[in-house]
C-alpha cells in the first residue's frame, strides 16, 4: 500500500493480492479503487488463469480470485 500511494512501481499481481487482502479485511473502498485499477491499467489480463498456473494447489487459486472477484473485479470472459 506504502509504495502504491508513494507512486513506486506497481505490478498486476501485487494489485491483485492487496486487492483480495483489502476485501478480506472489510475495506471495501479500498478494494474496490484496487479492483478499479486493475481493470484499468490491465484490462485483458487473464489474472485468474495466472493464478491456476502458478499455485500448485487450485483451492489457494480460487480463494484469491474469489476475493478479488468479491472487491469488484471481474475477468475479461
Do not use: K
Not at 479485511?25 to 478494494?31: I, N, W
Request: proline fraction near 5%.
Amino acid at each position: 500500500d506504502t509504495s502504491i500511494r508513494g507512486g513506486g512501481p506497481t505490478g498486476p499481481i501485487s494489485v491483485a493480492y492487496l486487492m483480495a487482502a483489502h476485501h478480506r479485511l472489510g475495506r471495501d473502498d479500498q478494494a474496490q479503487q484496487l479492483a478499479d485499477r486493475f481493470e484499468t491499467s490491465w484490462p485483458d489480463l487473464p489474472i485468474d488463469q495466472l493464478f491456476e498456473r502458478l499455485f500448485d494447489d487450485l483451492r489457494f487459486a480460487q480463494e484469491l480470485v474469489d476475493a478479488m472477484r468479491g472487491a469488484g473485479w471481474s475477468n475479461s470472459e
